[in-house]
């Protein structure tokens, strides 16, 4: 079997037909999750017969084991491996001999959180071939959208959700929101609730207008840019937080937040010597974002963070006590961070 395109896999997963095994490959981790999300809807397994387990911390035979469980009181049992793409070369090569020996109680689903044509390790790449090319194995390449794709992506949405949306304001929104799907789709559920479900023209003001009502997650997408190191996205965040007359100080409380758990999390992994999985846990990161925190926390070093929190103490000083004006004394805090 070929890989899939997401297209084609929405129409596979209609048929309410459970796959033995999924792979779902591709640098779009916003893809990857809403195939997840719906072959889990599909499966229906409850927690008793889901587990999860991050490849570059699990073996083949942790994973073979959890496969080899019969389901308690269901009829399927799911097991997510997250992060294929640093799975151990010995480990690819014991699930590999698993595609032709499928377990009919369970279904293995494959997350490779990268581009799958790029894989230089040889046993991880025969493993992932394998999985392509295997008649019980769906494959998904769920591969970065172009702009012009995500320029019909967003049309798309809007046009299930009943409305209609210019290119004029598409590119608007990507303008302040990049390619990310996971933040245009964001972006896409906050105008649409802003706008009400009898207007169906999405216009530029309503943009401008929803902007303005939707300061909290302007402070969450500052310290989701700031966490992935995106100085030109957190600079245009800030512009509209300030722009929208937030109070300096809950956008230095975000900043600081953002590189407080960033520290935390170091900590907890180089110096407490706890998974990628405990720390999660301890931090209570989301499985749903975990994925993309820990990638952008390899973009900081503990040195660089630890300085960040003197810059930040240093900036909360000068605002409050006016000796430099608040959007300069931000502008240099967040260069600092994601210099």
């Known amino acids: 079997m070929n890989i899939l395109k997401i297209q084609d896999f929405n129409k596979l997963i209609s048929l309410q037909k459970i796959s033995p095994v999924y792979l779902l490959a591709g640098e779009e981790s916003y893809f990857i999750n809403r195939c997840l999300n719906k072959i889990e809807k599909l499966a229906a397994a409850d927690d008793l017969n889901r587990e999860v387990f991050y490849a570059s911390e699990s073996s083949a035979d942790d994973i073979l084991n959890a496969l080899q469980t019969l389901p308690f009181l269901g009829e399927i049992r799911v097991v997510i491996v997250k992060g294929v793409n640093k799975m151990k070369a010995v480990d690819a090569e014991r699930l590999t001999c698993y595609l032709s020996n499928i377990i009919e109680t369970s279904s293995l689903i ?8 790029k894989e230089t390790v040889a046993k991880r790449k025969e493993f992932i071939n394998k999985c392509i090319a295997s008649k019980n194995c769906i494959s998904v390449n769920c591969r970065k959208q172009y702009e012009n794709e995500v320029k019909e992506f967003i049309k798309n949405e809007f046009a299930q959700k009943g409305k209609e949306i210019s290119y004029d304001v598409i590119s608007r929104i990507i303008e302040g929101n990049g390619t990310d799907l996971s933040n245009i789709s964001n ?3 906050k105008l649409s609730l802003f706008a009400g479900k009898n207007k169906k023209d999405m216009t530029q003001e309503d943009l401008e207008k929803s902007s303005g009502y939707t300061k ?4 969450y997408a500052l310290s989701s840019d700031i966490e992935a190191g995106d100085l030109k996205k957190a600079m245009f965040v800030l512009e509209k937080l300030l722009n929208e007359r937030e109070e300096s100080v809950i956008i230095l409380s975000a900043i600081s937040s953002a590189v ?3 520290l935390n999390a170091k900590s907890m992994i180089e110096e407490q010597g706890l998974s990628v999985a405990e720390t999660a846990s301890a931090l209570r990161i989301h499985d749903f974002y975990a994925e993309t925190f820990f990638t952008n926390l390899k973009k900081h070093s503990t040195n660089i963070l630890k300085e960040s929190l003197r810059t930040i103490l240093k900036t909360d000083v000068a605002i409050k ?5 608040a959007a300069s004394a931000l502008d240099k805090t967040i260069l600092s961070i994601c210099k």
């Open 110 to 117: 494959l997350l490779y959180f990268d581009n799958y044509k």
């Open 321 to 325: 006590t006016g000796s430099s004006d």
């Open 260 to 262: 407080r758990k960033m």
């Open 216 to 219: 909290e997650t302007n402070i």
């Open 187 to 189: 972006e896409i559920e």
